[in-house]
């Protein structure tokens, strides 16, 4: 499953359009964050991706969680964002 990362400079429309490609192409994606303006962001897209996708038929559900990340060696504890359509 592809893994979109998302930062609090992602553009949302643009990691909109990316997710929507992705789960039409594999039915489902995952999208990771790592602060507030970052999983804002997320939201964001997610909500956008909706949007696009619902014309079509689908049906995006976002399922969110916790999970365990390293950057720069570093532990981090990141949001990610499971998605999958229906």
Known sequence: M???????????????GALSAV????????IQSVGAGAV????KAIAIARGFVSPNGIDLVCIPAFTEIEID??????????LESR
Request: without cysteine; proline residues 3%; glycine residues 6%.
């Open 23 to 30: 789960v039409r192409e594999h039915g489902a994606a995952e």
């Open 73 to 82: 060696g570093e532990e981090r504890t990141a949001i990610k964002f499971y």
């Open 40 to 43: 804002n962001q997320a939201v």
């Open 2 to 16: 592809e893994v979109l990362k998302v930062s609090a400079q992602s553009e949302p429309k643009a990691v909109a």
